[in-house]
């Protein structure tokens, strides 16, 4: 069978799905700005029930890195949501794994407490602004910093003008909360340290490849067999298609059905979701 996103329009198939990657804002809740509160979306409790039910591997990966995973999957069931510990993962949890295995030792972090834990779980030592040595460092890693101030920026600037690397959470510059469109405060950040420093960044949040590869890594489903749920057409179906998984939209988020219909083919998500639920009758045969 060709790959999906090689058939001609109208003709886009699915493979069955193995496992799934879950978006977290706008896919199965909405927090407020402070991220301090959730409201479940429709049918997202009830979906990942029935998939621990149906043993159906899953991940959820979100773009925010202002908690550590534990803490944060610790909120997700507190709120009503069943994520285990080990089923929560953020842009730190792909950082801690790329630094590690290219020898990052020591990085300056541009975040709240919960950005660099994931680092400091994984052996990474991280510092922050102000340390004596904070220019001397292998990586600078920039993610949730609402509080983030000049000096954090020029501490960075600083560093990676002393050959450090620049590593990124997330840059999208939206994501859904309950009062509408929040910005991203990275995407933020990044452009400023870039406008000032020229650097290439390394992403390791979505749409990233090393993202989807980490998590089919995880759930040990191959990427073409992976359906990846979210509700930004430039985030998560973006990353899908590049990685020849399978893409799924939401329109609890970011986009509602007509804007997803109006993309243009190359961009389309394999289905439109008007019920999370959905997804259940896209799972491969147990045994097959």
């Keep these: 069978m060709n790959d999906a996103s090689e058939l001609p329009e109208g003709a886009r198939a699915i493979l069955p799905v193995r496992g799934l990657m879950f978006d977290l804002d706008g896919t199965l ?32 990966l979100t773009n925010g890195s202002a908690y550590a995973p534990a803490e ?13 510990d080990e ?24 975040g709240s407490r919960g950005v660099g834990q994931a ?23 920039v993610g949730w910093h609402p509080d983030c101030r000049m000096t954090d920026i020029e501490a960075a600037c600083q560093a990676i003008w002393a050959g450090a690397k620049l590593y990124v959470a997330s840059d999208v510059p939206f994501f859904a909360t309950k009062q509408g469109r929040t910005i991203g405060y990275s995407f933020a950040i ?19 490849l090393r993202a989807l ?8 489903v191959p990427m073409r067999y992976l359906g990846v749920v979210g509700d930004d057409p430039m985030v998560e ?15 609890t988020g970011t986009t509602n059905a007509q804007q997803w219909q109006s ?26």
């Design 213 to 220: 590869r980490f998590i089919a890594g995880k759930l040990r």
């Design 263 to 288: 993309l243009p083919a190359a961009r389309q998500p394999h289905r439109i979701l008007t019920d999370l639920g959905e997804l259940l009758e896209h799972l491969e045969p147990t045994g097959s």
């Design 119 to 141: 680092l400091r779980d994984a052996g990474v030592e991280t510092t922050q602004t102000g340390d004596a040595r904070a220019s001397e460092v292998d990586a600078v890693y």
């Design 190 to 208: 990044v452009g400023a340290i870039r406008r000032m420093t020229r650097s290439p960044m390394i992403l390791t949040g979505k749409p990233s």
């Design 72 to 84: 944060q999957a610790a909120r997700l069931r507190s709120a009503g949501l069943p994520v285990d």
């Design 87 to 110: 089923q929560m993962f953020t842009p730190s949890s792909v950082a801690a794994d790329h630094m590690v295995r290219h020898g990052i030792r020591r990085v300056l972090i541009l």
């Design 237 to 251: 179906t973006i990353m899908a298609l590049r990685g020849r998984a399978r893409a799924f939209a939401v329109t």
């Design 29 to 60: 809740l909405l927090s407020d700005r402070s991220l301090g509160a959730y409201d479940l979306l429709p049918g997202a409790a009830a979906t990942l029930l029935a998939l621990k039910h149906r043993r159906v591997p899953f991940a959820v």
